[in-house]
């Protein structure tokens, strides 16, 4: 398994600590970090600080994770990529993912309806540019050129690279499905490795129905890494964040990751938490967050304890760990992440029983 880390998100540019990020990505790049993600949500954009990166790291993979498809036309996106693949000496992942309704409606003023077959035409578009053909497609979001006028097939001039991978961040079964038929690998949330198969192995199956050989898709997943003797009280202070994502990100008929984790084993638990939250009661919410969701999401407790789930993420088919290492200060997060990816190297000797 390889690991990555993230950077960014809605809470970034709030204040110029740009060059206290860089030093720690610089010290996570030294430490064995294999991609790191930049975020875009309504911070800082997931374009520009990679490009800032990839002058000053020199192993690491660069990668979007991901970018809106609705803030950017599908050729803009291809053009982009192809721009930062060229900047990083062909280390860069473009990651894409639909967002939801609140960010795409009202910050871009795009329709949200049929994410999935604006998804579908985004990737399409990007691999035509991709591949240097003349990029021509008559779909029902995209009309490439527009009919009626006075556009004409193009090519971008940059060169043709084809080798740049496209992962996406999907949740619904149809989503995950159709990142196993076309994604070079998924961004992965709600997996929960005791039932790998309610996201997984919906990817899994899109792969096996499109033909495509077992491995073609890369399966990167993770969570938060926090070391302790006491899981009670590591367990804790994550509640909050857990009933907010069951009750707050979506409506009371449309919340994907509450869906999710409900096809995870927690129907009944996910249920009562969303009940409660939107009930208005975020105290009985985060009390009702079961201690097995968290500790199944996130990785907690002594090194051995952090062991095991690793090696449950690796038996469920985890092939990136994607690590939030915990701590007070930019010092404590760097032992974390050494720790962790010490032990991550540990698991990876391990011989594994067939």
Not at 187 to 201: H, K, L, N, Q
């Amino acid at each position: 398994m390889r690991t990555a880390i993230g950077f960014g998100g809605p809470a970034s540019g709030r204040r110029r600590d740009w060059e206290e990020q860089v030093e720690f990505l610089r010290e996570a790049e030294r430490l064995g970090v294999d991609i790191l993600w930049s975020a875009e949500a309504w911070g800082m954009d997931g374009v520009s600080t990679l490009a800032y990166l990839a002058a000053v790291t020199h192993r690491v993979q660069l990668g979007t994770g991901i970018l809106q498809i609705s803030a950017r036309t599908p050729v803009m996106t291809a053009m982009t990529a192809l721009s930062l693949a060229a900047l990083s000496g062909d280390r860069f992942i473009l990651g894409l993912g639909v967002s939801g309704p609140q960010v795409v409606e009202g910050l871009h003023g795009v329709r949200f309806a049929d994410p999935l077959g604006r998804l579908r035409e985004t990737v399409d578009i990007v691999r035509q540019a991709f591949a240097g053909d003349k990029i021509s497609y008559a779909g029902r979001h995209h009309s490439l050129p527009l009919p009626d006028s006075g556009g004409k097939s193009l090519r971008l001039a940059q060169p043709a690279n084809d080798t740049i991978e496209i992962w996406l961040a999907t949740l619904g079964p149809n989503s995950l499905r159709y990142t196993g038929e076309a994604a070079d690998g998924w961004v992965g949330t709600c997996f929960v490795p005791s039932s790998p198969e309610a996201t997984w192995g919906h990817v899994l199956a899109g792969a096996a129905s499109a033909g495509r050989a077992p491995g073609s898709v890369t399966c990167q997943v993770g969570g938060a890494v926090e070391f302790g003797d006491d899981l009670d009280a590591l367990i804790a202070p994550r509640r909050p964040g857990i009933a907010f994502t069951l009750g707050a990100m979506g409506s009371a008929t449309a919340n994907f990751y509450n869906d999710a984790y409900r096809r995870g084993g927690f129907e009944h638990e996910c249920r009562s938490v969303q009940r409660l939250w939107l009930d208005g009661d975020r105290a009985g919410a985060a009390a009702a967050v079961p201690d097995r969701l968290v500790t199944e999401t996130n990785f907690l407790g002594t090194p051995a304890q952090v062991a095991e789930q690793v090696r449950a993420y690796r038996d469920a088919g985890a092939d990136v760990l994607r690590l939030q290492p915990e701590g007070t200060t930019a010092t404590d997060r760097l032992e974390t992440l050494a720790q962790m990816i010490d032990i991550v190297q540990t698991v990876n000797a391990e011989p594994v029983a067939r």
